[in-house]
């Protein structure tokens, strides 16, 4: 399969907007190609030099539903600081991940969201939780999986989650209020 920018299935495409169904498990050895080619994508999106030369949109994540598959999988790739202020990089092939709990505190990005398959820019706050709790079975370890996020991992993966039920970034942002005051919120 390719993966490039042409083959991304766009917000033009009512088919994004389609529902992902579970995946049975153990995973089949198609959902585990199709896991390793998103993540091979996510990965050479950040090079510069794979990206021009393959046509490849930088992203640190992508859903299957994004490539015309409607199953829930997805591969995220972060590099971000944990706790300690210390570079980290978060890196998961999940299949049939769902958020188990979510704080009530908020976070957004403060220069807004972008997606792979959003060709244009929508401004304004994507208000999500600050923290979430995701479980499922994860390629990399072969078994299931807790993540514990906060910040920007825990906006990504809500943002990769959100494709599972065809909801897209931009749904999220108030038309009348783009750029809300949140009281104690995270802003990254």
Same mark, same amino acid.
């Given at each position: &399969?390719?993966?490039?920018?042409?083959?991304?299935?766009? $917000?033009?495409?009512?088919?994004?907007?389609?529902?992902?169904? !579970? *995946?049975?498990? !153990?995973?089949?050895?198609?959902?585990? @190609?199709?896991?390793?080619? &998103?993540?091979?994508? %996510?990965?050479?999106?950040? $090079? !510069?030099?794979?990206?021009?030369?393959?046509?490849?949109? !930088?992203?640190?994540? =992508?859903?299957?539903? @994004?490539?015309?598959?409607?199953? +829930?999988?997805?591969?995220?790739?972060?590099?971000?600081?944990?706790?300690?202020?210390?570079? *980290?990089?978060?890196?998961? &092939?999940?299949?049939?991940?769902?958020?188990?709990?979510?704080?009530?505190?908020?976070?957004?990005?403060?220069?807004?969201?972008?997606?792979?398959? %959003?060709?244009?820019?929508?401004?304004?706050?994507?208000?999500?939780?600050? +923290? %979430?709790?995701?479980?499922?079975? #994860?390629?990399?370890? $072969? @078994?299931?999986?807790? =993540?514990?996020?906060? #910040?920007?991992?825990?906006?990504?993966? @809500?943002?990769?989650?959100?494709?599972?039920? #065809?909801?897209?970034?931009? $749904?999220?942002?108030?038309? #009348?209020?783009?750029?809300?005051?949140?009281?104690?919120?995270?802003? =990254?």
């Amino acid at each position: &399969m390719i993966i490039n920018n042409d083959t991304i299935i766009k $917000d033009t495409d009512p088919f994004i907007r389609e529902k992902s169904a !579970p *995946v049975a498990l !153990p995973l089949s050895e198609e959902d585990k @190609q199709i896991l390793r080619e &998103m993540y091979t994508y %996510v990965k050479n999106s950040t $090079d !510069p030099e794979i990206a021009e030369r393959d046509n490849l949109r !930088p992203a640190v994540g =992508i859903s299957a539903i @994004q490539l015309g598959i409607p199953k +829930r999988l997805t591969t995220v790739i972060v590099h971000d600081t944990d706790k300690n202020g210390n570079e *980290v990089t978060y890196e998961y &092939m999940l299949a049939n991940p769902r958020i188990v709990s979510r704080s009530l505190q908020k976070a957004y990005l403060e220069s807004g969201e972008g997606c792979l398959s %959003v060709a244009e820019e929508h401004e304004g706050y994507v208000v999500r939780s600050a +923290r %979430v709790t995701v479980q499922g079975p #994860g390629l990399l370890t $072969d @078994q299931k999986i807790t =993540i514990r996020a906060r #910040g920007y991992l825990a906006i990504v993966l @809500q943002h990769e989650l959100d494709h599972f039920s #065809g909801t897209l970034f931009y $749904d999220h942002i108030n038309a #009348g209020n783009p750029f809300p005051k949140v009281a104690d919120a995270v802003v =990254i």
